[in-house]
């Protein structure tokens, strides 16, 4: 069954401070991972997406990482800022078709 | 680009009645629709998939005659929550995919907040 796990549950830090957030899957044939941010009562919004060949992919104070021989990935946040306060989905696809597999996300709440 | 709108963004509603939510692709065509259902700290689960002229494909579980899905066009789709109860309250999103490119891009809308009281 393919499966997409995120930790931690949630996160809090200070303004300013770095944090990484990870997500392990077991979806297969893999195609690609998508990082996405959900602000509260709002829709996703994506933020990287990798594909098997890629390991590293920034956007702005984003950077996501991809090891796909260990199926793991991270998102960090560096410098993080009030408005990082979200919650972030890691979202799998596999090679067949076009559904995609969601973590349950990590809730972050950065704090003044 | 690849702006997916969503209305009303929430309804509050009295059990028993329906409740219509539209879903459009403003600046592509969408030849596919996909409704998300998601509850508070969870992620979304979804609900149905539908191809524009056809009947939707519901996931297991789901009521397809509790929640119609109509996608007439390949702009907008709507779902109808039908004799809704409180147990329907959530955060429906709706997402589309472009007509192009690869199968499983989607484009998430910015949900519709549903309470039925």
């Known amino acids: 069954k393919n499966q997409v796990e995120q930790s931690p549950q949630s996160l809090i830090i200070l303004e300013g401070k770095n944090c990484t957030l990870q997500?392990?899957?077991?979806?297969?044939?893999?195609?690609?991972l998508r990082w996405y941010k959900q602000d509260t009562g709002r829709g996703p919004v994506s933020l990287t997406i990798m594909t098997f060949s890629e390991n590293t992919k920034s956007n702005g104070r984003y950077t996501a990482t991809l090891d796909a021989d260990t199926k793991q990935s991270s998102l960090h946040i560096t410098a993080s800022q009030l408005s990082d306060s979200a919650s972030y989905i890691c979202?799998?696809?596999?090679?067949?078709?076009?559904?995609?597999?969601f973590g349950k996300g990590t809730s972050l709440l950065v704090t003044p | 680009g690849a702006v997916v709108s969503q209305h009303p963004s929430w309804v509050i509603c009295k059990s028993g009645t329906s409740v219509k939510i539209e879903c459009r692709s403003l600046?592509?065509?969408?030849?596919?629709m996909f409704w998300y259902r998601q509850f508070p700290k969870q992620s979304l689960m979804l609900m149905a998939t539908s191809n524009e002229g056809s009947k939707a494909t519901y996931e297991q579980g789901v009521e397809k005659d509790k929640f119609l899905i109509n996608h007439a066009s390949l702009t907008l789709s709507t779902l109808t929550v039908t004799s809704a109860h409180p147990e329907d309250s959530s955060f429906y999103i709706c997402?589309?995919?472009?007509?192009?490119?690869?199968?499983?891009?989607?484009?998430f809308g910015p949900g519709t907040r549903l309470t039925v009281l």
């Open positions: 979202v799998v696809s596999a090679l067949s078709g076009y559904a995609l597999n």
């Open positions: 600046d592509f065509q969408a030849t596919t």
């Open positions: 997500c392990n899957y077991t979806v297969s044939p893999f195609s690609n």
């Open positions: 997402s589309a995919r472009p007509g192009t490119g690869p199968a499983d891009t989607q484009y």
